[in-house]
């Protein structure tokens, strides 16, 4: 239980960071409060578009599922099953992947560290570590649905 | 368990207050004057209503609020418009009207002043494309780009004398700011912002020299076939 709680707090963490840089995307915030300058030129630059959309509205999306997969975890009918914990790893991953890309392309290709991105990918880090560590210590017992 | 719930409605709130803080910021900023300045703005600042590029008869007019330290002006200027005006500006069908709308970038005002101060000598829209294209150099360091701005001018054949000048006398403090005033009582609140014949362009972060085609496609359809 212990481990899908600190899952919940950090995907709501890591949604109010995505929804912050996808509010400046779309133009609702006019300023990132990033200090160096590099958020805006991370965000204006090609690759904080994906597929038409703006990465971070990736990031919104994608924390939101693991939240809620989180939460519903919690419920007491779902707390001695598996596949909250094994949705959550699948989702972990998959963040976790998407954020050494974007990490990748900040630092190999554009050269410029957006601060609330790296926050966001430490955030990911986290959850997906956390996720991974349930995932091997579920007892084989509960696997039952 | 209910004290996990608190927490998590704790971080929800504390975000949402910041997060509204931040967009509200963005907008103090915008209107923020020089530090320790009282701009003093004169009729001459008031009637002017920016550099235009295209002809007067172009039946298609666009006004541009932007700011030249802002990431997505640079990318719009730099990606976007050289498609615009070869297709449209230099064809006749539209007319660019630039106006200035200095956010809270370190740099807004200062590169503000550069472009006035260029096209002070009839040379503004040679300024506009140098510090947008140059934008990534200067408007990420914490330098202050006045000298970067300098060689800009220098490069396009100001004169220097005159451009120092006039960046040390910031004359057209006032223009800048009437033309902010006049932006935010407009409605924006971002760059770079478009009004298209005098109706704000939706979706301001994607616009792209396609749309203005289609939209200049569209408002000129029926004049033709008169």
């Known amino acids: 239980m212990r481990r899908r709680q600190t899952i919940a707090l950090l995907a709501l963490v890591g949604f109010c960071i995505a929804l912050y840089l996808w509010l400046y995307k779309i133009g609702i915030i006019g300023t990132l409060q990033c200090g160096s300058g590099s958020c805006e030129l991370v965000q204006a630059s090609r690759y904080g578009v994906l597929l038409g959309v703006p990465v971070a509205f990736y990031g919104v999306i994608g924390y939101a599922l693991i939240f809620a997969v989180a939460i519903i975890g919690l419920q007491p009918a779902q707390l001695e099953r598996r596949w909250p914990t094994l949705t959550l790893a699948a989702l972990a991953a998959g963040g976790f992947l998407f954020t050494i890309y974007l990490t990748a392309i900040e630092l190999f290709v554009l050269h410029a560290i957006c601060r609330w991105c790296v926050g966001s990918a430490a955030v990911m880090t986290v959850i997906a570590a956390v996720s991974v560590s349930a995932l091997f210590s579920f007892p084989a017992t509960r696997t039952g649905p | ?226």
Not at chain 2, 57 to 86: L, M, S
């Open chain 2, 1 to 226: 368990m209910t004290r996990f719930y608190l927490l998590l409605l704790l971080v929800a709130v504390v975000a949402g207050v910041l997060i509204w803080k931040g967009s509200r910021g963005g907008s103090q900023d915008a209107a923020a004057t020089p530090a320790g300045s009282t701009v003093v703005v004169t009729a001459a600042d008031s009637a002017f209503k920016g550099y235009v590029l295209g002809a007067e008869t172009a039946p298609v007019e666009v006004v541009e609020y932007a700011d030249f330290q802002c990431p997505h002006c640079g990318e719009f200027a730099n990606v976007q418009f050289p498609t615009i005006k070869e297709q449209l500006i230099n064809t006749g069908r539209l007319r660019w009207r630039f106006r200035d709308y200095p956010l809270g970038f370190p740099w807004s005002r200062v590169s503000a002043f550069a472009g006035q101060c260029a096209g002070e000598q009839g040379k503004f829209w040679e300024m506009e494309e140098m510090l947008f294209q140059r934008q990534s150099d200067w408007g990420a360091s914490n330098r202050n780009p006045a000298a970067t701005f300098r060689e800009l001018a220098r490069g396009i054949g100001v004169d220097l004398d005159k451009y120092n000048a006039c960046m040390d006398s910031q004359r057209y403090a006032g223009r800048i700011e009437v033309s902010h005033e006049e932006g935010a009582a407009r409605g924006v609140t971002g760059t770079p912002t478009f009004f298209v014949n005098g109706r704000e362009l939706d979706g301001r972060r994607y616009a792209n020299s396609d749309a203005f085609k289609s939209l200049v496609d569209s408002l000129t359809a029926g004049q033709g076939r008169r």
